[in-house]
């Protein structure tokens, strides 16, 4: 059993939700009223993906996709990706908005992008809640950002702590 007295509150649920609510707008005015597929990264971007998909225009049209991918090495990225679930839909001509959890290093949406660019999109993005831009190890551009935040291990909204604590209602850290 892990001890919850560890974890602290980083950022509350309606902090998130207003966030969402502001990202949703910069992405819509960014595509400028075009439709977009929003791609979540399964599992840690589920809760982060379904507030900001409900902040979108019923002007835009969205479509949704998801993929799973993991670093060979468990928790820390080493750079060497593994996609264990693929889109279901052809992509060409689309804009894309890749929906993550969190960046770190950087190794993991760096492989997504480059490998969602050969299928002939119109655009990719990346739109991450949270950025931890102090780890970063390779060049990433990052087009939408929830927060920035500082080297902590962070639980909650979706992100976990050894596969638990995903459904955590608010963005917590381990003291
Ligand atoms: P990157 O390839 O180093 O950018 O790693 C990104 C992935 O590492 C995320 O999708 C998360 O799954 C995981 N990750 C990075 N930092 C944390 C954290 O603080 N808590 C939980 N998972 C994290
Ligand atoms: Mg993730």
Request: one cysteine or more; a negative charge.
């Amino acid at each position: 059993m892990k001890d919850n007295s560890l974890l602290k509150v980083l950022i509350k649920e309606e902090e998130i939700t207003n966030r969402c609510n502001e990202l949703a707008k910069e992405i819509e005015n960014y595509f400028n009223g075009e439709p977009i597929t929003l791609v979540g990264i399964l599992n840690g971007a589920v809760m982060f993906f379904t507030e900001l998909a409900k902040h979108f225009s019923q002007n835009i049209e969205v479509e949704y996709e998801f993929m799973s991918c993991c670093s060979y090495d468990g928790r820390e990225s080493t750079g060497v990706i593994n996609v264990k679930k693929d889109l279901e839909n052809d992509i060409a001509g689309k804009n894309i908005v890749i929906v993550e959890d969190i960046i770190d290093t950087g190794y993991t949406l760096k492989h997504i992008k480059e490998m969602l660019e050969k299928r002939n999109p119109k655009e990719v993005t990346i739109c991450t809640m949270l950025d931890k831009s102090c780890k970063r190890q390779v060049d990433v551009k990052v087009d939408f950002r929830g927060f920035e935040i500082d080297d902590k291990f962070i639980v909650g909204y979706g992100l976990d702590w050894d596969q638990t604590h995903r459904n955590i209602p608010y963005i917590a850290y381990l003291e």
